[in-house]
Nanobody, 124 residues
Framework: QVQLVESGGGLVHPGGSLTLSCAAS????????MGWYRQAQGKQREWVAT???????DYDDSVKGRFTISRDAVKNTMYLQMNVLKPEDAAVYYC??????????????????WGQGTQVTVSA
């Protein structure tokens, strides 16, 4: 079973920066997709950014130019560098990872896992 542990959330003033981390552990064979999502209070969860095989990246227009997604393939860890934060960026941020894992009975199977979420608050 693949587990994700997020860290890096907190309180920041508008215009400030934060870096989120998401570390994946378990019997991982390969990771094909890593992404960040966020859910503001009273709103639905929305996609923020994705990094895929070959380190291709994609961003929602609302964060493009301000956020940078990256990963350390050796450590199975993903990052989200968030700059010029705005009050509307405040939300619980979740990481999502998909790929192949090796179950206890052998062979392989596809997995997709979610992190526990980390709160980002942007306030003066």
């Amino acid at each position: 079973q693949v587990q994700l542990v997020e860290s890096g959330g907190g309180l920041v003033h508008p215009g400030g920066s934060l870096t989120l981390s998401c570390a994946a552990s378990g019997s991982i064979i390969s990771i094909t997709h890593m992404g960040w999502y966020r859910q503001a209070q009273g709103k639905q969860r929305e996609w923020v950014a994705t990094i895929a095989t070959g380190d291709s990246t994609d961003y929602d227009d609302s964060v493009k130019g301000r956020f940078t997604i990256s990963r350390d393939a050796v450590k199975n860890t993903m990052y989200l560098q968030m700059n010029v934060l705005k009050p509307e960026d405040a939300a619980v941020y979740y990481c999502n990872v998909a790929g192949l894992e090796r179950p206890s009975y052998g062979g392989y199977k596809a997995f997709t896992s979610w992190g526990q979420g980390t709160q980002v608050t942007v306030s003066a």
